[in-house]
């Protein structure tokens, strides 16, 4: 179901702390939506991350552009328009971004620890 209606809230400095505080997930409005749709109960499941919100956010973003990879390789692969020497290429420059990005977060983890 699409989404299509929106609500604005008004809050203060320290509420909006407070809820980013407790959310226990990168999204702000989902788990909003959650906790109000579920009548105040919220997700059990929900995994609070030890990791600084900002990592969370790097990681997830590097997983996206991983399945985005993947997806595309598999579409050509599907339809048979997939060049196995440029598909190497791309892969190969996306992967070596991929492990750059990866090996800053670990250094931002090790500089925080």
């Keep these: 179901m699409k989404r299509t209606k929106s609500i604005k809230i008004r809050v203060t400095d320290a509420e909006?702390?407070?809820?980013?505080?407790?959310?226990?997930?990168?999204?702000?409005a989902r788990w909003l939506r959650e906790?109000?749709?579920?009548?105040?109960?919220?997700?059990?499941?929900?995994?609070?991350?030890?990791?600084?919100?900002?990592?969370?956010?790097?990681?997830?973003?590097?997983?996206?552009?991983?399945?985005?990879l993947?997806?595309?390789?598999?579409?050509?692969a599907k339809t048979g328009t997939l060049d196995l020497r440029l598909c190497a290429v791309e892969l190969l420059a996306q992967l070596t971004a991929t492990e750059?990005?990866?090996?800053?977060?670990?250094?931002?983890?090790?500089?925080d620890s």
């Design 16 to 28: 909006l702390t407070k809820l980013n505080a407790n959310k226990g997930r990168a999204e702000l």
């Design 70 to 76: 993947a997806r595309h390789v598999n579409t050509e």
């Design 100 to 111: 750059r990005a990866l090996t800053a977060v670990r250094e931002l983890i090790r500089r």
């Design 35 to 68: 906790i109000g749709l579920s009548g105040g109960v919220g997700r059990q499941d929900v995994v609070r991350h030890e990791l600084p919100p900002e990592v969370v956010r790097i990681l997830a973003g590097i997983g996206g552009n991983l399945n985005q």
